[in-house]
């Protein structure tokens, strides 16, 4: 198993630009988690879906920050626009909740730097 | 708030000694998980522990769980210079899908 795929690994941008990051979940899994992490505010979750539909969005930091989950295998979190205090490193994660304890598999992450 | 706060902050041991790393949590829950971040790189699952265990073993790794206490230990024995990473521990209430992880632990094992 490849594990939880993300792209792109790094993406640096300039103030005002929309960034779109993507997240291929591991297959069978029908959860799936969007984190950031930084060192002032460590890891935060931003917003999970189970089964493609969005549970809590309450992570979301403002209208700039959208994710969507058209099937089973793609998300996407999109920031549009783009602000220096954005940067961050992105994890996506994703679990099988049809196991009772949810173990979380995560993504090697994308680092964003907002110039 | 955080569910999860670990305790110390940062651990700095020699190799070969034993690390151990705290966490307390606020709420009940259904299982605690203990998860490693070597730098640059995503968390990894290390142990879980159910709210009904009081102590698991994996390898070197050692979890106790004090539900009355709301707290947690992660113990790694003999410790390596490769286990130098961060450390977070992440509750499961059962309620949803989601876990709460803490800030973590910043562990640094001297060769």
């Known amino acids: ?115 | 708030s955080q569910q999860g706060e670990e305790d110390p902050q940062a651990l700095s041991i020699q190799e070969g000694e034993n690390a151990t790393m705290n966490c307390s949590y606020k709420t009940s829950i259904n299982n605690l998980q203990w998860y490693r971040q070597n730098s640059g790189r995503g968390l990894v699952h290390l142990i879980l522990i159910r709210s009904n265990e009081r102590e698991k073993h994996s390898g070197r790794l050692r979890v106790t769980l004090d539900t009355s206490k709301k707290s947690s230990s992660l113990l790694i024995t003999a410790s390596r210079a490769a286990d130098t990473a961060s450390y977070f521990c992440a509750t499961y209430t059962g309620a949803n899908s989601k876990l709460t992880f803490g800030k973590g632990i910043t562990l640094s094992v001297r060769p």
């Open chain 1, 1 to 115: 198993d490849a594990g939880v795929i993300q792209s792109p690994r790094h993406e640096v941008t300039e103030m005002g630009q929309e960034v779109t990051l993507r997240c291929k979940p591991i297959s069978g899994h029908n959860s799936l988690f969007w984190y950031r992490q930084t060192m002032m505010r460590g890891l935060e979750l931003l917003i999970y879906f189970n089964n493609n539909v969005p549970i809590d969005d309450s992570g979301m930091p403002e209208d700039r920050f959208s994710a969507k989950m058209p099937n089973a295998s793609f998300s996407t979190l999109k920031i549009q626009p783009s602000e220096p205090r954005d940067s961050a490193v992105y994890f996506c994660a994703s679990s099988s909740s049809g196991t009772r304890y949810n173990e979380q598999f995560f993504g090697p992450g994308t680092r964003l730097t907002v110039l």
